[in-house]
């Protein structure tokens, strides 16, 4: 049995080699982009912009990159399930090498996100475009991988419209970012929670398991926390894990996990056929049906088609044919009577919820 919503301490490579095979559900990696930065990058007004010069972010040369790119990602495949899937997040500087590993490994691209910064850092010397965005990628772990998407939850999360993959999103400002008691920041690449949490809610079920290799400040242990899914977090900087460790302190836990279920659309619940309804007993071969205003009747058979006469067809071809129209919703167009003395009427749908919500809450 795996250990969760832990931090190991230690180098990604070295910790992820520890961690049993095909453990985790999704791998969400924020891995050092090399920014290969010349020197201190200056505003006009000659200060010191606050940019990424930490060590952790500094390489030999391409090849280092490459390899320490490959050989985090071996472990990633390795620890991934066979439905799994990586999201990997990078700037320009790095993105591209790091996508060309994903494919040369093995993984399959299902779609790259575009994080467009509503407040990007402007470009202060004036000689390229403001860098407003970062790039993401998901892949599963391989082509025949039946990965999660819970399509429905995003659908409803933007007001019923089909998430995009370019998501407006602030950077980490305010209180959400992390600063010593001098007011620094703890990390210099924090990202914003609101970006972990369309990732862990599009691609993760309650209780799964989410390992981040680069935890830094423990954004994706955070809002995985908040959104009942178990984490492991690997950071070798022990400030960061100081940092991380009080944040995560801070979360209560999950009392209702019901509330952390993804909405699920039609294709995901049981299909029920209408000889299904009649082989659990909530209708009897010979039993009629009507429509609402009874000008047709039909009498239900054993085989679960329905008979008028000498026409004879499923629920949504008779009733198609009584009104000479070429399709009908039989589940909506026939009724079941309920009470003989004032004529009330059931919708056979209502026959079907209840057969589906018997077997689907069984």
Not at 66 to 75: A, G, I, K, S
Not at 229 to 236: A, D, K, T, V, W
Not at 268 to 273: G, L
Not at 330 to 349: A, Q, V
Request: glycine content about 8%.
């Amino acid at each position: 049995m795996i250990r969760t919503n832990c931090i190991l301490h230690g180098d990604s490579i070295e910790m992820m080699r520890a961690l049993p095979a095909e453990s985790v559900d999704v791998i969400f990696a924020d891995p050092p982009y090399f920014m290969q930065l010349g020197g201190d990058l200056l505003r006009p007004d000659a200060t010191k912009v606050d940019a990424v010069n930490d060590d952790w972010d500094k390489f030999d040369d391409f090849s280092a990159y490459d390899t320490f790119t490959r050989e985090w990602l071996t472990q990633a495949r390795r620890l991934l399930k066979p439905n799994g899937t990586i999201w990997v997040i990078g700037s320009y500087h790095n993105i591209f090498r790091v996508g060309a590993q994903l494919q040369n490994l093995g993984f399959w691209i299902l779609n790259d996100i575009v994080w467009v910064k509503s407040n990007p850092m402007p470009n202060f010397k004036g000689t390229r475009f403001t860098n407003a965005h970062e790039t993401l990628i998901w892949c599963s772990k391989s082509e025949k991988s039946k990965y999660t998407f819970n399509y429905e939850s995003m659908k409803v999360f933007n007001e019923d419209m089909q998430m995009r993959s370019d998501w407006h999103l602030p950077i980490c400002l305010g209180s959400e970012r992390l600063k010593t008691p001098e007011g620094k920041k703890v990390h210099t690449t924090q990202k914003p929670e609101s970006l972990l949490y369309r990732i862990i809610l599009s691609s993760t079920n309650p209780n799964d398991v989410i390992l981040d290799p680069f935890f830094g400040t423990g954004t994706t242990g955070a809002v995985a926390k908040k959104l009942g899914r178990r984490y492991i977090g690997i950071e070798r900087d022990a400030t960061y894990i100081e940092y991380a460790q009080k944040r995560l302190d801070q979360i209560a836990d999950i009392v209702d996990d019901t509330i952390y279920e993804p909405t699920t659309g039609k294709k995901a619940e049981p299909r029920i056929p209408f000889g299904s309804v009649i082989e659990h007993g909530l209708l009897k071969p010979g039993q009629k049906l009507f429509d609402v205003k009874k000008k047709f009747c039909a009498t239900v058979r054993a085989d679960g088609s329905l008979q008028t006469g000498r026409e004879q067809g499923s629920i949504h071809q008779l009733g198609a044919k009584l009104q000479g129209l070429p399709s009908c919703n039989g589940w909506t167009f026939w009724h079941l009577p309920k009470d003989s003395k004032t004529g009330e009427m059931i919708m056979l749908d209502t026959l079907r919820q209840e057969l589906k919500d018997k077997i689907y809450l069984s």
